[in-house]
């Protein structure tokens, strides 16, 4: 059975940090393409960041420079380093397991107000 279960979600002030954490089991994490996605109310799910099995990535324009994805293949954990947090980045996480079949984490609140 495939489990994503993130972590380090919370509420913090506009300028502050937060690390995210998804632990995978039940997958060869190592072969995956790992994802970041966000979904705040009233909006479509929408793709953060996310890292190929070499260790490539991706972000969204929105939070390029702020976030940074990172994974340790030997942990089966994927990470989100979200710093200078923004009031719009407000929003539940999920995260995301893509090869030929996707998977999704329950997903973890972030919220950012002042």
């Known amino acids: 059975q495939v489990q994503l279960v993130e972590s380090g979600g919370g509420s913090v002030q506009p300028g502050g940090s937060l690390r995210l954490s998804c632990a995978a089991s039940?997958?060869?994490?190592?072969?995956?393409?790992m994802g970041w996605y966000r979904q705040a109310p009233g909006k479509q799910r929408e793709l953060v960041a996310d890292i190929t099995a070499g260790g490539s990535t991706n972000y969204a324009d929105s939070v390029k420079g702020r976030f940074t994805i990172s994974r340790d293949n030997a942990k089966n954990t994927v990470f989100l380093q979200m710093d200078n947090l923004k009031p719009e980045d407000t929003a539940v996480y999920y995260c995301?397991?893509?090869?030929?079949?996707?998977?999704w984490g329950q997903g973890t609140q972030v919220t950012v107000s002042s």
């Open positions: 039940g997958i060869i994490f190592s072969i995956y393409v």
């Open positions: 995301n397991a893509d090869l030929k079949r996707v998977y």
